[in-house]
């Protein structure tokens, strides 16, 4: 073996996956055919915890983010300024949609659905109805050259049927498409409902994940291959999670150094007052001494006055004017 034969090799640092079943691990081996690539992002969520594409958009990916709730959008915007982020709802025809908003604990769970959003209720979740602009995938896949965007991410939480039929797949022609593929919070199979859409406009499913199903391009052998089973150790990735705790391990380090810190000043500070407080003893000590060597020094001052005048009384001359 040749010992030099390894000298160059620099490992990667290791894809950093956001998304909640590790979709963008799966995703992120097309970084080598698409560094800079496009993607739209159907029902995005939240811009970062358990987004399906910011780990891409980490790597230099940019697209488009369809995202109805007003709070999510406004999140997208201000923390993946590179995207664009539009404010509405995707299906067959553009227009308006009345959705049911999740709570904060099942966000995801934003629905068109009335009947899905009372059977959420029943179990003590409050969902809020609000009205959405509508508009249809074809609208957004028309911006750009037919090819050219990479990566279709939809999760409408059924309503997949109807923005795959305003997409118009057999023009637009995107390379992959992730697809929510079970009902909401269930592992009952929906792809049954909308699957032949995207079939019939020339598509091969590569992959069920369990929850969502990847479909490419009949023509993209290669990218099919890749995206043809679940993300594994050899994808060298790590979960953002993993990231979190280093950063909370290395701030709690940094947090033990400065109370160790403290500590060290707290006893250097202790051992002074120790010696402040023993020089002050000293100092009454040697305040207590000179006040009696004072009172010794008042009486003896006090018994030479005495003696002084007795002597100057002992030898006064006689003024009487007395003769003998």
């Known amino acids: 073996m040749n010992p030099d034969r390894y000298a160059g090799d620099v490992t990667p640092p290791p894809f950093v996956s956001y998304a909640q079943n590790l979709e963008d691990v799966v995703l992120s081996r097309l970084l080598t055919a698409a560094p800079h690539g ?48 539009i404010q509405a709802a995707v299906g067959a ?9 999740a709570p904060p604990e099942n966000r995801g769970a934003t629905t068109s659905s009335a009947d899905l959003a009372d059977r959420y209720h029943a179990q003590g979740q409050q969902f809020v109805a609000f009205e959405s602009p509508l508009i249809t995938l074809s609208s957004l896949l028309a911006r750009f050259q037919p090819g050219s965007v990479h990566v279709v991410k939809i999760d409408v939480e059924g309503m997949e049927h109807d923005v795959l039929a305003g997409a118009d797949l057999h023009q637009h022609r995107p390379w992959v498409l992730v697809i929510e593929a079970t009902e909401p919070n269930s592992t009952t199979t929906s792809a049954h409902r909308w699957e032949h859409l995207v079939l019939e406009a020339g598509y091969q499913c590569t992959l069920f994940d369990g929850l969502n199903r990847f479909y490419v391009r009949a023509d993209l052998i290669d990218v099919a291959s890749l995206l043809s089973v679940p993300a594994n150790v050899f994808d060298n990735w790590v979960p953002a999670l993993a990231l979190d705790l280093a950063e909370a391990q290395r701030a709690f380090g940094d947090l033990q150094q400065y109370v160790a810190a403290l500590l060290r000043e707290m006893a250097t500070l202790q051992a002074s007052h120790r010696d402040a407080e023993e020089y002050a003893r000293s100092l009454l000590a040697s305040n207590e001494l000179l006040q009696a060597s004072a009172a010794e020094s008042a009486t003896y001052a006090s018994s030479l006055e005495q003696e002084l005048a007795k002597q100057r009384a002992a030898h006064s001359p006689d003024t009487s004017g007395s003769c003998r």
């Open 38 to 85: 496009r993607f739209i992002d159907v029902g995005a969520g939240h811009p970062v915890h358990g987004n399906v594409m910011h780990g891409l958009y980490m790597h230099g990916w940019r697209g488009i983010n369809v995202e109805p709730m007003p709070v999510e959008a406004e999140l997208l915007r201000a923390m993946r300024p590179h995207d664009e982020t």
């Open 93 to 101: 025809a553009t227009g308006s949609i009345t959705l049911f908003e």
